[in-house]
């Protein structure tokens, strides 16, 4: 089933009691209205992931975040979360850091793309030195990106240019601190609509030279030498 506008309804009402209790007494309406429609979704996207990336991992029903949140380290002690999301990546435990692809939705629209939860700075700095020698890779990513109009360049920017003298074309690729293709949309029909997975599919598919490009960094990071 595709995801209904009751499943925003759900998490907010979630949020705003914030209560274990009421959460464990509609349990069911979690799974219905928000885990399933998110599984078949993920099932939808799998093959597209895995066709750009055989060795990426995640499955349908453990790709899915969940509702309750960390509150270890923040002063914010609220339960639960009101953003739902599906990952795919590698095994995390035989690289240091990677990317992915995500998609995820709440009361307020949904976003999906390509990118690294957090990126470290050497990881980016590996990424820096591919794109000033016009690696490849970076070519390829750099080339998809500016023949596209689905997708931004996000993640957090220096203030002053690390690099003034390059190619200005290049300079907002060069002056990140992190890096992620990202889509964010308020299209409620297309998220309520069944054709979803195949249209989020056809995006992750597009991104496959951006993913290649990051998960370069990952690869490098585990194996220096093979610059």
């Known amino acids: 089933m595709p995801i209904t506008p009751e499943a925003l309804h759900f998490l907010t009402e979630n949020v ?5 209790t009421w959460y464990n007494d509609h349990r069911q309406d979690y799974q219905r209205l928000v885990k399933e429609p998110m599984v078949q979704l993920a099932s939808e996207l799998l093959p597209a992931v895995l066709s750009i990336d055989a060795e990426i991992t995640s499955t349908p029903a453990r790709s899915i975040s969940r509702l309750y949140r960390d509150t270890r380290f923040t002063k914010d002690k609220s339960l639960f979360r009101s953003t739902v999301w599906c990952s795919f990546f590698r095994d995390k435990k035989r690289y240091h850091n990677l990317p992915g692809f995500f998609f995820e939705f709440s009361p307020t629209g949904f976003r999906y793309g390509c990118g690294y939860y957090y990126m470290e700075p050497a990881q980016m700095q590996l990424l820096r030195d591919m794109m000033q020698a016009d690696a490849p890779l970076f070519r390829a990513a ?7 109009a689905t997708f931004t360049l996000s993640g957090d920017s220096y203030k002053r240019l690390r690099y003034p003298h390059t190619d200005p074309a290049l300079q907002d690729w060069l002056n990140r601190k992190e890096m992620c293709f990202l889509q964010e949309s308020r299209d409620f029909d297309l998220l309520f609509s069944p054709a979803l997975g195949q249209e989020i599919s056809r995006a992750f598919l597009s991104l496959a030279p951006h993913y290649r490009f990051l ?3 990952a690869e490098l990071d585990k194996h220096p030498d093979s610059l």
């Not at 705003?16 to 274990?20: A, M, V």
Request: proline residues 0%; aromatic residues 14%; charged residues 40%.
């Open 16 to 20: 705003l009691r914030d209560s274990k």
């Open 142 to 148: 750099f080339d998809a990106f500016r023949s596209q």
């Open 215 to 217: 998960l370069r960094a």
